[in-house]
């Protein structure tokens, strides 16, 4: 007598696999997230500080917002496989993914600082602060306001890019859908879930965000 295993429908066991999917999903958009904000706050407070700096990271900054993100996650992974030091591909997507946060926050940044009134920044000096008094206790207040919601935005959008990192096996959540789906033929099923997975990541993010949002703007 033969036995043959059928793999047309879901399992209990499934949901391990996914809930693995997520954590990876949410563990490279804090990472991405951090070192990216980090990286963009430097590159915008340069940007705006020096002339010479703005129009040295200018070509950088287009290059990196112009190329597709699957292509850097490609390129980067070939990198460091030719040069003899191959890495994860969670560190592949930390990479691309934090020097891309980091463009698109330094452009915010700059905005942001812009939005400063020169009058504020020069009445705060007439006080007697010191430039990086001024700068913490002045700008980066007011700044922030201006910031934040695009910066959300920023953080949000790059939950979903997480997606692409898949390209060089990293199995996040969507990876982890496909994988269900190529085993159990279940696409609409598992599409659905994998959608409500990325709902209950990113509205809880976009709903307290606004709570902050009114709290800085009432301060």
């Given at each position: 007598?033969?036995?043959?295993?059928?793999?047309?429908?879901?399992?209990?066991?499934?949901?391990?696999?996914?809930?693995?999917?997520?954590?990876?999903?949410?563990?490279?958009?804090?990472?991405?997230?951090?070192?990216?904000?980090?990286?963009?706050?430097?590159?915008?407070?340069?940007?705006?500080?020096?002339?010479?700096?703005?129009?040295?990271?200018?070509?950088?900054?287009?290059?990196?917002r112009s190329i597709p993100l699957i292509?850097?996650?490609?390129?980067?992974?070939?990198?460091?496989?030719?040069?003899?030091?191959?890495?994860?591909?969670?560190?592949?997507?930390?990479?691309?993914?934090?020097?891309?946060?980091?463009?698109?926050?330094?452009?915010?940044?700059?905005?942001?600082?812009?939005?400063?009134?020169?009058?504020?920044?020069?009445?705060?000096?007439?006080?007697?602060?010191?430039?990086?008094?001024?700068?913490?206790?002045?700008?980066?207040?007011?700044a922030l306001r201006t910031v934040f919601?695009?910066?959300?935005?920023?953080?949000?959008?790059?939950?979903?890019?997480?997606?692409?990192?898949?390209?060089?096996?990293?199995?996040?959540?969507?990876?982890?859908?496909?994988?269900?789906?190529?085993?159990?033929?279940?696409?609409?099923?598992?599409?659905?879930?994998?959608?409500?997975?990325?709902?209950l990541i990113c509205y809880p993010v976009?709903?307290?965000?606004?709570?902050?949002?009114?709290?800085?703007?009432?301060?």
């Amino acid at each position: 007598m033969q036995f043959q295993l059928s793999y047309s429908g879901l399992q209990w066991s499934d949901l391990s696999f996914v809930l693995t999917g997520i954590w990876h999903t949410v563990l490279l958009t804090l990472l991405a997230a951090f070192f990216g904000t980090l990286l963009g706050g430097v590159i915008g407070w340069a940007r705006e500080q020096s002339a010479v700096v703005r129009v040295a990271l200018a070509p950088l900054v287009d290059l990196l917002r112009s190329i597709p993100l699957i292509i850097q996650f490609v390129l980067v992974n070939s990198f460091f496989a030719l040069s003899g030091v191959p890495i994860s591909p969670l560190t592949v997507g930390v990479i691309v993914l934090s020097l891309y946060m980091g463009v698109l926050t330094s452009e915010l940044v700059r905005s942001g600082l812009q939005s400063v009134r020169i009058q504020l920044r020069k009445a705060a000096r007439s006080l007697g602060l010191s430039y990086w008094q001024e700068f913490w206790h002045v700008c980066v207040p007011l700044a922030l306001r201006t910031v934040f919601p695009g910066w959300i935005g920023t953080v949000i959008a790059l939950t979903k890019d997480t997606a692409l990192v898949s390209v060089v096996g990293y199995v996040e959540l969507l990876r982890a859908s496909q994988i269900l789906i190529n085993r159990t033929n279940e696409a609409l099923l598992v599409l659905a879930g994998t959608g409500l997975f990325y709902f209950l990541i990113c509205y809880p993010v976009s709903r307290y965000s606004r709570r902050l949002e009114k709290v800085m703007h009432h301060d």
